[in-house]
C-alpha cells in the first residue's frame, strides 16, 4: 500500500512536469521556434530555470512575471495540475498494464491539442505521429501483428471517412467543414479504438463541440470552431469507459 502512495505521488509530480514540457512545445512549435526558452510577453524578459519550476514558480511569484509584474493566466497551471491528475489515476484505474499507457499517451496529446488548437487553430504533425508510431509499436508488443494490423487499417478506414465527410461538408457550405488536423486526429482514434468505437467517440465529441458553435453562431463570431480539443475529450471519454460501452453496443447490435 505504501509503495501505491509512493507510486502514485511520483507519477503526479511526473505528470506536472510533462504538462509543462507539453505545453512548452505547444506554444512555442506552431510559431516555428526553436529556441524553447521561455519569456515574458510583455517585457520580453526570458525566465531563469528557478523561476520555471511548474505552479512552485507560479505561486511563489504570485501569479506575476517577477520582471514587469505582469498577471500570469492560471489557465496553464491548471492544465499542468491536470497533467498530474490523470497521470496518478492512470495507475490508479489500471496498474502497471497497456491500458496505463495508453493513457498517458492520450493526457500527454490532450494537453497539447489543448493549448495548439484553442490558441492558434493548429494540431501539431510532430506529436501526433511521435504518440501514434508509440501507441502502434506498443500494440505489436502487447497483442501481436494481427492486432497491430487490425488497428493500422482502422486508422485508415476513419481517415477515408473523415475525408470522405469533409469533402461532402465542403461541397454543401462552400468552405472548409473540417480541419486537415481533424482528420488527421481521427486516424489516431482508429489507430487507438477501432472502427466502431472510433465513430462513438467522434459523435461524443461533436456533440461537445455543439454548444461551442452554437454560442459563436449566435453572437455572429466568424471565428473558426477549435474542433480537436472536443474531439480528444470524446476519445478519452471513450476510453476510460470502454467497457460500459462496449456492452451497451453488444446489446443494441
Keep these: 500500500m505504501l509503495i501505491d502512495i509512493y507510486t502514485i505521488i511520483l507519477l503526479f509530480i511526473t505528470g506536472i512536469l510533462f504538462g ?10 506552431p510559431l516555428k521556434k526553436r529556441e524553447f526558452a521561455c519569456s515574458c510577453d510583455k517585457c520580453n524578459n526570458k525566465y531563469k530555470w528557478y523561476e520555471l519550476i511548474p505552479l512552485v514558480s507560479y505561486i511563489l511569484q ?19 495540475i491536470l497533467s498530474g491528475l490523470l497521470y496518478a489515476l492512470s495507475y490508479i484505474i489500471y496498474g502497471f498494464s497497456y491500458e496505463m499507457l495508453i493513457m498517458l499517451i492520450l493526457t500527454n496529446l490532450s494537453i497539447l491539442i489543448y493549448i495548439s488548437d484553442f490558441k492558434y487553430y493548429i494540431i501539431l504533425d510532430e506529436p501526433l505521429i511521435i504518440y501514434s508510431l508509440i501507441l502502434l509499436i506498443l500494440k505489436f508488443i502487447f497483442f ?69 458553435a452554437v454560442y459563436y453562431s449566435i453572437s455572429n463570431t466568424n471565428k473558426e470552431i477549435p474542433f480537436g480539443p472536443f474531439l480528444i475529450t470524446g476519445l478519452f471519454i471513450v476510453f476510460v469507459f470502454m467497457e460500459p460501452i462496449r456492452n451497451i453496443l453488444f446489446i443494441l447490435f
Design 20 to 29: 509543462f514540457i507539453n505545453r512548452i512545445i505547444a506554444l512555442k512549435l
Design 62 to 80: 504570485k501569479g506575476e512575471c517577477p520582471y514587469c509584474k505582469k498577471h500570469l493566466s492560471f489557465v496553464y497551471q491548471f492544465l499542468d
Design 144 to 212: 501481436g501483428f494481427k492486432t497491430f494490423l487490425i488497428s493500422v487499417c482502422s486508422g485508415l478506414i476513419i481517415f477515408i471517412f473523415m475525408y470522405i465527410i469533409r469533402l461532402i461538408g465542403n461541397k454543401l457550405f462552400n468552405q472548409e467543414s473540417i480541419g486537415g488536423g481533424d482528420i488527421k486526429l481521427s486516424m489516431f482514434f482508429g489507430f487507438t479504438l477501432g472502427v466502431r468505437l472510433s465513430i462513438i467517440s467522434l459523435i461524443i465529441g461533436s456533440f461537445l463541440a455543439f454548444p461551442y
